[in-house]
């Protein structure tokens, strides 16, 4: 049985469900790039020998396989958070980069399995060699969902630094490192720079750090309407 209720006590407060949605969001923002950001400065395969590499010394893909799966579960959502906050100040450029960002985060999964099956390859006891030729051959296979992700993640990046820049979701700084962080990623593939490559995926996990304390600042009811409590049934 309930005790007994004191008179005059205040009536106790509902927690808003909102705020739990929007600090988780905030908190997934920078994570799937900062996972990102450590896979690209360790990933093999810079010699074009990616079998060799991972028989030498199969640490590394072991981390790109361990950290893929964090990056995998948030940096759609994390994505999908940003362009919701900046939708309410730029609906039409927010439509732009989600139709090229989400698309492009969808094409990513098909690279976390081809890194679980070039190492599953190697703890099976298969020739180096052989493990290239997988690695290429999955390649070859998921060709489009990785032109997808490619073209959608660098230009959906920009777009969203754009959105940024455009609504003052961040400092203006912080928003232009955003908008370049995925070109610069590109140039950092054509050089095999690994160090450009880690500091091209860590702006972008700052921009998205910034964004996520702009959420944390945004009040419920600016990132999501509240409920509408039916009336009582007669």
Do not use: K
Not at 17 to 33: D, E, F, N, Y
Not at 53 to 67: F, H, K, T
Not at 102 to 127: K, N, Q, R, S, W
């Amino acid at each position: 049985m309930s005790g007994p209720v004191l008179a005059g006590a205040p009536p106790r407060t509902r927690r808003d469900p909102r705020t739990l949605g929007r600090v988780v969001s905030a908190i997934l923002m920078p994570v799937g790039p900062a996972c990102v950001a450590v896979i690209r400065f360790v990933i093999p395969g810079g010699s074009g020998d990616i079998g060799a590499e991972i028989a030498a010394d199969p640490g590394p893909q072991r981390l790109v396989v361990l950290l893929g799966l964090p990056a995998l579960f948030t940096l759609l959502p994390g994505a999908y958070a940003a362009l919701r906050l900046g939708r309410r100040h730029r609906p039409t450029l927010a439509s732009w980069a989600a139709a090229f960002l989400i698309p492009g985060y969808l094409g990513m999964t098909v690279l976390g399995a081809g890194d679980f099956a070039v190492l599953a390859g190697h703890d099976i006891g298969m020739e180096p060699s052989a493990v290239t030729r997988l690695s290429d051959e999955i390649l070859v296979l998921t060709m489009i969902p990785v032109l997808v992700f490619v073209i959608g993640h660098i230009a959906g990046t920009v777009l969203l630094g754009v959105l940024a820049i455009r609504a003052r979701l961040t400092p203006p700084v912080v928003a232009v490192l955003l908008t370049i962080s995925q070109p610069l990623h590109l140039v950092a593939i054509v050089l095999t720079s690994a160090w450009l490559d880690l500091v091209a995926w860590g702006l972008t996990a700052l921009g998205m750090a910034f964004l996520g304390v702009r959420l944390l600042r945004t009040p419920n009811d600016e990132w999501e309407p509240p409920a509408v409590v039916a009336p009582p049934a007669v």
